[in-house]
């Protein structure tokens, strides 16, 4: 039996995060595949292993837990798996990052495309995009990155903080060339880190599935569309 088992589409996105985790982390799990997640999405929330509107959604195996709400998801196996730094302030920063990253995926897809992008949108929507960028350079920079050594925030190896710095801008820069040049443009001590933790062997790996089983997809549907469109990818 798996360590976990996953529910997420078939599709990096939010999963990703928790695919990433777990990988970095060593562990084994099982994708519950997307008519089971269906299935549990429409029926009874007292059938549900934990109440959730949507995926991701994680059980532990060996301790029948679960748990939804991507960031949620990330402090229970930042916790369980000892991806955490010691500090209480770097925990919490660790939580910042990923609610950070959930935040910018929501805002790249307009909420789970509630609208469309459009070239107008788009246009005015890249600055806010170049500010979250900077977020993570500023937070680099207070914390000792360079642009071929360090951490996200300071630590002698990667932590979850860096896996999610990883998973969130390598997914999106692969899929979508013009956001990586905005990134090695406006942020380039978070695209070296970014660089670095993405090329380790298990999340080098897990890249390598994705883009095997998911192929370009990012998001799927029709704001997936909309952001190639605008982005010439
Ligand atoms: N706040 C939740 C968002 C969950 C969410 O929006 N899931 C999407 C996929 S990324 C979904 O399929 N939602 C279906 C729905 O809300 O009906 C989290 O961070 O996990």
């Known amino acids: 039996m798996a360590d976990y088992y996953f529910y997420y589409w078939h599709m990096p996105f939010r999963g990703q995060f928790v695919r990433a985790a777990l990988a970095f982390a060593g562990k084994t799990w099982t994708e519950a595949g997307e008519g089971v997640i269906s299935d549990l999405m429409h029926g009874s929330v007292s059938l549900m292993p934990v109440p959730f509107m949507g995926p991701p959604m994680l059980i532990d195996t060996k301790t029948d837990f679960a748990i939804a709400q991507m960031p949620a ?14 500090s209480h302030a770097m925990r919490a920063m660790t939580l910042k990052i990923v609610n950070d990253a959930n935040d910018v995926i929501d805002e790249i897809t307009l909420d789970g495309g509630r609208a469309m992008w459009t070239t107008a949108s788009w246009e005015k929507f890249v600055p806010r995009l170049e ?4 977020f993570w350079e500023e937070t680099g920079r207070r914390h000792g990155l360079t642009a071929d050594a360090g951490f996200l925030l300071g630590s002698k190896g990667p932590e979850l903080a ?3 710095t990883a998973t969130l801008w390598s997914t999106m820069a692969e899929r979508f060339p013009k956001i990586g040049e905005m990134l090695e443009e406006t942020a380039p001590l978070t695209a070296g880190v970014t ?8 999340l080098a790996k897990l890249s390598a599935k994705a883009r095997h089983d998911y192929g370009d997809a990012y998001c799927g549907g029709q704001i997936e569309a909309s952001l190639r469109a605008v982005l010439g990818a």
Not at 73 to 86: K, R, T, W
Not at 131 to 134: C, Q, R
Not at 195 to 202: E, N
Request: no cysteine; aromatic share 6%; charged share 15%.
């Open 73 to 86: 998801i990330l402090l229970y196996l930042g916790e369980s798996l000892s991806l955490m730094p010691n």
């Open 131 to 134: 500010k979250w960028m900077s």
């Open 195 to 202: 660089r670095r933790v993405s090329a380790l062997p298990a």
């Open 162 to 164: 860096d896996v999610v």
